[in-house]
């Protein structure tokens, strides 16, 4: 198993950036897929970005693609999320998710492991 602890999350004003960080513990973390998903208020929790194990490919949404960067330190058993131009329509809870699902991408099925998320608050 693993443990994920998200943190990084806060108020920022649109066109800001925050970077959100997951600390994982326990299992090699270098055997799982990495991704982030969000959870705006009433809403499903969807897909944001995930990395491959070895940080070589990597998956983005498309309301995402170029403001967001996902990486990935094996060494340090970190995985990041870079958040630039954030607009009001990016604010929710932001969970960090691990699988040990070798082809995993985009779909939340495929993660059984999730921190407890952070909030990101994007004002106008």
């Known amino acids: 198993q693993v443990q994920l602890v998200e943190s990084g999350g806060g108020l920022v004003q649109a066109g800001g950036s925050l970077r959100l960080s997951c600390a994982a513990s326990g299992r090699t973390f270098s055997s799982y897929v990495m991704g982030w998903f969000r959870q705006a208020p009433g809403k499903e929790r969807d897909f944001v970005a995930a990395?491959?194990?070895?940080?070589?490919?990597?998956y983005y949404a498309d309301s995402v693609k170029g403001r967001f960067t996902i990486s990935r330190d094996n060494a340090k058993n970190t995985v990041s999320l870079q958040m630039n131009s954030l607009k009001p329509e990016d604010t929710a809870v932001y969970y960090c998710?691990?699988?040990?699902?070798?082809?995993?991408?985009?779909?939340?099925?495929?993660?059984?492991?999730w921190g407890q998320g952070t909030q990101v608050t994007v004002s106008s």
């Open positions: 990395i491959r194990r070895s940080g070589g490919r990597t």
């Open positions: 998710a691990a699988s040990d699902v070798l082809g995993a991408t985009i779909h939340r099925g495929e993660y059984d492991y």
